[in-house]
């Protein structure tokens, strides 16, 4: 599975944005990034995904850069909600790896009152 | 839809015992997994099932075994516990078809064994 890289931490004040980033250099083709995040004593839950383009959604957006080698995780106003370890994952689209999800250490983001 | 669900949330355990960690979706998933979680990392994948019948191994499979007769019910069997299998226990599914849906995750059983 191709690796990604990701900060250990980053700190932010409640209600400014957040830039979470991560370098994927080595992605292939049919590999997809998914951002993950674990709030304290919970289980994962999903944030977003994208293949090429930007993506929106409710939580978050996702800026892949063009040559998709890296990614940025965007809050566009955190709360104190979003303390959380952020993941960022490579999955394959394709071929016998199920799409499983290979997590790594992530980004313990901190928000401050 | 009460989602994915796990059973007990602790359990303690003495060195040698077996026990069944509970896992249920009622979302119709086809796609259910196991995974582990030791302090400060990230999840690593035990087993998981691709079907009802259908079960293959992960990253760390030994000293699990899991069974999937059902659609809903994915259970892990700790066969004889050991301390290195003191850990918190994800269970998660998701829809088939594309590789890119979303996994859904339970709570967790933190399972510590002595």
């Known amino acids: 599975d191709a690796k990604t890289t990701q900060p250990n931490s980053m700190e932010s004040n409640e209600e400014e944005p957040v830039h979470l980033p991560c370098n994927h250099s080595?992605?292939?083709?049919?590999?997809?990034i998914h951002w993950y995040r674990q709030l304290p004593s919970q289980g994962p839950e999903y944030v977003i995904h994208?293949?090429?383009s930007n993506v929106n959604n409710r939580m978050a957006s996702l800026a892949i850069a063009e040559d998709r080698k890296s990614s940025t995780l965007i809050l566009h106003r955190a709360t104190l909600r979003d303390a959380a370890v952020y993941y960022c994952?490579?999955?394959?689209?394709?071929?016998?790896?199920?799409?499983?999800?290979?997590f790594g250490q992530g980004t313990i983001l901190t928000v401050h009152p | 839809n009460a989602g994915v669900t796990q059973t007990p949330k602790f359990q303690v355990l003495k060195t040698g015992q077996s026990m069944t960690l509970q896992c249920a979706q009622d979302?119709?998933?086809?796609?259910m997994s196991w995974y582990r979680q030791d302090p400060g990392m990230g999840l690593r994948l035990i087993h998981y099932?691709?079907?009802?019948?259908?079960?293959d191994q992960g990253e760390v499979p030994n000293g699990y075994n899991v069974s999937r007769s059902t659609t809903e019910d994915f259970p892990l069997r700790l066969l004889s516990a050991a301390p290195s299998q003191t850990s918190v226990y994800f269970c998660?599914?998701?829809?088939?078809?594309?590789?890119?849906?979303?996994?859904?995750f339970g709570p967790g059983t933190r399972l510590t064994v002595l």
């Open positions: 998660a599914s998701r829809y088939g078809g594309s590789s890119y849906n979303e996994q859904f």
């Open positions: 080595t992605i292939s083709g049919t590999d997809y």
């Open positions: 994208g293949l090429t």
């Open positions: 994952i490579l999955r394959s689209a394709g071929g016998t790896s199920y799409g499983k999800l290979t």
């Open positions: 979302m119709n998933h086809e796609y």
């Open positions: 099932s691709v079907g009802a019948g259908i079960t």
